[in-house]
């Protein structure tokens, strides 16, 4: 912090320190950009890649596209598998939900409602027919980002949601570009149930070398 004091640069310090933050929270923000999200890449990266391994046209597809082309393909793929699978908040005021026929149900400020992701992706009102399908660029319902909750929203959102997917473009692109790359065997799937998450271990690449 010293040395960005004395000279600037481009980076998550120097702009805290721009806005007046403490040590105290200069520190706390870069643990988190540093280690919070680094399991969830992790497995979103093992996940992206089990896609279009298994699915060709899907890898054509990803291969053949610019950046924002295969940030669809992620964002997509996200929606289908979040990390996350389950969220919770706490009402900060009334809320008024509708379930079947002309039942409402009132959250009062303070309860805590349980936010499953991993069904809230695949509501065919917001995400469009066929949800289950990875389809990028599909139409989504206003207000509905393309990987869905997948990364929350409102105050709340996924601080990291630019520097995961960037995290993942720059190692698919590179992983698929490499000749003669195939799975070899796909991964075995664990689950975290502390927040609904998976686990992806054991695949193995395989690279064809020219005889």
């Not at 806005?19 to 280690?35: I, M, R, Y």
């Not at 026929?101 to 805590?112: A, I, N, W």
């Not at 630019?162 to 992983?175: G, Y």
Request: proline share 7%.
């Amino acid at each position: 912090m010293r040395a960005r004091r004395r000279e600037r640069r481009d980076d998550l310090i120097s702009h805290l320190v721009d806005e007046g933050c403490s040590d105290q929270e200069v520190l706390g923000e870069c643990l988190t950009f540093a280690a919070a999200g680094m399991v969830t890449t992790r497995e979103f990266i093992s996940a992206a890649a089990w896609h279009p391994f298994a699915d060709k046209a899907l890898l054509t597809h990803y291969r053949a596209g610019d950046e924002d082309g295969r940030l669809a393909v992620l964002n997509e793929i996200l929606r289908v598998e979040p990390v996350i699978g389950r969220l919770s908040r706490r009402a900060t005021e009334p809320l008024d939900l509708s379930g079947q026929g002309d039942e409402t149900l009132t959250v009062q400020t303070g309860d805590r409602i349980d936010i499953l992701i991993d069904r809230t992706n695949l509501d065919e009102r917001s995400v469009g027919p066929v949800p289950p399908r990875i389809r990028p660029g599909r139409a989504m319902k206003d207000g509905v980002g393309s990987p869905g909750l997948s990364f929350g929203d409102g105050p709340h959102k996924c601080p990291g949601i630019h520097v995961a997917l960037q995290e993942t473009d720059i190692f698919l692109s590179r992983l698929f570009a490499i000749p003669g790359l195939r799975m070899a065997t796909p991964p075995t799937v664990g689950f975290i149930e502390g927040i609904s998450s998976y686990e992806l271990r054991h695949c193995v690449l395989e690279v064809a070398t020219a005889p």
